[in-house]
């Protein structure tokens, strides 16, 4: 079957018996499993190895369907019944990882079934046993324009169906998330060191984001009183509309990690700093994805099509920033709310965003300079601190949002009352948990828009 031909839709998957008896077999590990994906409970053993069992069957009728995924479906089958023999340890399925190659067949409306023990972003840190049917977004515009902004590892995607930890905030599914051992490739020369699968892909739930896009904006542009642009208005209208959107948006962004300026490991994630250095890395990319846009929307050598997604960008940018990324979350390290404050008051102090009588107005045509002027100023950041101590650039990042956001009062940083003579970790210490209190502003805010952004979990965009 060629995946340019779909034979069978991930819709008529999640209608199989096959499917049943893998979510129903899924819940039934789930329920046993701890922490890292392990069932010591052996009492439960006779029970999860029939579930193992059900799944692994499963897979090798669906493999049957998804001849692009045949080889993952069938190394995954092996990986269940594997994980059963050995006792329920701490599942490895490297193997079955190592098949899954989804980027290797990107086009609109491909289905694929994953199955894996693993935590999900945003969700939950167990590794459980996940299992998702979901298909392929992928706009003609979207591949022409990713010959611009390659991007070989993106795959836009969305829900058909999902297993519990998925019924939260989460829109990815990376292969970093799988429970998967370190090892030597067979054929490796001797005193190769163990390594994980190369991870060349990684999934985002455009369905998801687009829904929650459309309900929290709508309510917060009510509340607020923000009179929005017609092509904004139909933004919020059109569930398919709004995915396209956010499949451009993120096809930008997810590279931008990866290009620019950067005194660091561009995967800074995985280090431990200030939270709100996080923060600023995340608005650098939607920053930089906002400045294409810009050049895109006003290219008259730019197609009609991609110029009007163009301006669609800039509007789910500044409103998914400005709206949802300050309210969702605890006040614990929530790097994306701090991003979210800092776009806001830059635009309010800069003269462009104004909340007068109880009333949001923005100034349009000023707008798209004054975001790639912030994003100016991050980038400039960036680049003058390759030449910056780590701490120099810790405490020039703090000054550039400290110049927008007050810090808390009982800042140990607003007040330079830092122990530089130890090591980075006791700086980091250092940083409140709420380190920039949201503003009189979003304290109002939040109070009426808390009951709809929890009405997103789980959301998908057939809500």
């Known amino acids: 079957m060629s995946v340019n031909s779909v034979s069978v839709t991930a819709l008529e998957i999640t209608q199989t018996e096959a499917w049943d008896v893998i979510k129903s077999s899924a819940l039934t590990l789930r329920g046993h499993q701890i922490h890292d994906g392990s069932i010591p409970e052996k009492s439960a053993h006779r029970m999860c190895s029939i579930a193992a069992a059900g799944i692994a069957g499963a897979l090798r009728e669906l493999a049957k369907l998804l001849s692009h995924d045949s080889d993952y479906l069938l190394a995954c089958a092996e990986d269940f019944e594997r994980w059963s023999d050995s006792g329920f340890g701490v599942p490895d399925f490297y193997n079955s990882l190592d098949k899954f190659q989804p980027q290797t067949s990107r086009a609109d409306g491909v289905a694929h079934l994953v199955v894996f023990p693993m935590y999900t972003q945003n969700g939950s840190t167990d590794r459980l046993v996940e299992a998702v049917v979901l298909e392929v977004i992928w706009p003609k515009f979207v591949a022409e324009l990713e010959q611009t902004f390659t ?12 297993t519990p930890g998925y019924l939260t905030n989460s829109a990815v599914i990376f292969p970093e998330s799988v429970a998967v051992t370190p090892r030597v490739p067979e054929g490796s020369p001797d005193g190769t060191q163990p390594a994980l699968p190369e991870f060349n892909w990684g999934g985002i739930f455009a369905d998801r984001e687009a829904a929650r896009f459309r309900k929290v904006v709508a309510a917060a542009s009510e509340i607020t009183r923000l009179e929005l642009p017609r092509e904004a208005q139909a933004l919020l209208g059109d569930q398919q509309l709004a995915e396209q959107t956010f499949v451009m948006w993120d096809l930008i962004h997810d590279r931008t990690h990866m290009r620019g300026d950067l005194p660091f490991d561009p995967f800074m994630i ?8 996080y923060g600023l890395e995340e608005l650098r990319c939607d920053l930089t994805a906002f400045r294409e846009s810009v050049k895109l929307s006003r290219d008259s050598q730019v197609d009609a099509e991609t110029r009007r997604f163009a301006q669609l960008v800039q509007y789910a ?3 998914d920033r400005i709206f949802r990324f300050p309210l969702t979350g605890t006040r614990k390290r929530n790097y994306d709310s701090v991003a979210g404050q800092l776009l806001f008051a830059y635009l309010h102090r800069r003269g462009v965003l104004h909340w007068t009588d109880t009333q949001l107005a923005i100034d349009w045509a000023e707008l798209p300079d004054m975001v790639v002027a912030l994003s100016d100023e991050i980038n400039q950041l960036y680049f003058d601190s390759i030449d910056r101590p780590k701490v120099v650039h810790w405490l020039k990042a703090y000054e550039l949002v400290s110049t927008w956001l007050a810090p808390h009062p009982a800042s140990s940083w607003q007040r330079a009352e830092l122990p530089f003579g130890g090591t980075p970790s006791e700086l980091t210490d250092k940083v409140l948990d709420d380190e920039f209190p949201l503003s009189m502003f979003y304290e109002a805010l939040t109070k009426k828009m808390a009951p709809v952004i929890q009405s997103t979990i789980g959301i998908t965009g057939k809500n």
């Open 270 to 277: 995985k280090q431990r700093m200030p939270f709100f250095l």
């Open 317 to 319: 940018i500044l409103f």
């Open 151 to 162: 991007n070989p590892a993106f795959l836009p995607v969305r829900f058909l169906d999902f």
